[in-house]
């Protein structure tokens, strides 16, 4: 059945949304016709979910064509992904016209690779430069493109128990994700990594090798709600743009979680209020168990103690009790 309705799903593109809020309203009524057990399939071993993803696009995306210019994300679900999104949406925006304010453009505000099926990146080719997507995936799935162009990647991370808190809620949430009976079958799942995109832990090891490699640079949700504004200036260089102070500044009103969730219902339609909910650093004592809490450290332990990732994510600061 998830096959089946993947092929409606790449037939319902040939005939292109007229913008962003249409496109949600038909995934939403494609996943409405679904029974849970179909709302994800597996591609390679790891979970993907049905209605906005195929077993084609996936196979297809290794063709992706990356610019040299483009400003890319990845990030595992949940670390903050379209927070970023935003602030390089309006980073790109100030740097093409410094004189005018920065607009909200709905216009396919979000392009993930994995949701991006033939016809969609076709038409990306003729997006100007700097494009601005992004991926959940991590290093090793990324498109050849991407180190032939030399195309710069900024990595996103959370720590991993507001992470874990975070993607349940988003679960719970989402129509077009299976939910779960409780946290407790929802923190077993996470832990072995069955849940889209796999593990998180995974996930960081394998970006872990390429911290230091040549256009990447990895920062944390944490970071960026300590300072907002060091974090869009540190971004900004990063892709060889220079802001204003007072640019720096706009960005940064318009990118705090607040404005961003008053502005959901523009950006992302009736899907912001799923994405939206606290964008809070320590909910995860809202819902783990002091024994839910031991097993994470230890696997922390275990996987990025010692790491340079780790090292970023201050897991003592914002993980112990």
């Known amino acids: 059945m998830a096959s089946e309705e993947n092929a409606s799903a790449k037939a319902g593109a040939a005939g292109e949304p007229q913008n962003f809020q249409e496109r949600v309203k038909n995934i939403l009524e494609r996943a409405s016709k679904l029974q849970s057990e179909d709302l994800l399939f597996r591609y390679n071993g790891v979970l993907y979910p049905a209605v906005l993803s195929s077993v084609e696009t996936l196979q297809e995306l290794p063709r992706f064509e990356a610019r040299s210019g483009d ?118 799942k996470y832990m072995i990594g069955e849940v889209g995109w796999g593990s998180y832990f995974d996930h960081a090891l394998i970006w872990e090798k390429h911290i230091d490699d040549e256009g990447v640079m990895v920062i944390t949700y944490e970071e960026l709600k300590e300072n907002l504004g060091k974090g869009v200036q540190k971004i900004a260089e990063y892709y060889g743009i220079s802001l204003s102070e007072e640019r720096i500044q706009k960005i940064v009103r ?63 600061v914002y993980c112990k009790a």
């Not at 949406?89 to 979000?110: G, R, W």
């Not at 992004?134 to 090793?140: A, D, I, L, V």
């Open 71 to 188: 400003m890319m994300i990845a990030s595992y679900p949940k670390c903050g992904f379209n927070w970023v999104n935003q602030l390089l949406q309006d980073i790109a925006s100030a740097n093409q016209n410094e004189s005018e304010e920065v607009k909200l453009d709905t216009h396919f505000k979000v392009l993930l690779l994995e949701f991006e099926d033939s016809s969609r990146r076709e038409m990306m080719k003729n997006y100007p430069s700097p494009r601005v997507y992004g991926t959940h995936h991590h290093y090793e799935n990324l498109p050849q493109s991407v180190f032939e162009e030399k195309t710069k990647v900024l990595v996103v991370f959370r720590n991993p128990k507001d992470n874990a808190v975070s993607y349940y809620h988003f679960c719970q949430n989402n129509p077009l994700l299976p939910s779960f009976a409780s946290w407790d079958e929802f923190f077993k």
């Open 254 to 316: 318009r990118g705090s979680f607040q404005a961003m969730s008053e502005n959901s219902q523009e950006t992302h339609s009736s899907f912001g209020k799923v994405i939206f909910r606290r964008g809070a650093v320590g909910d995860w004592k809202s819902l783990f168990t002091e024994e839910q809490s031991q097993e994470m450290d230890a696997k922390f332990e275990a996987c990025l103690a010692g790491t340079k990732i780790g090292a970023k994510l201050k897991y003592d």
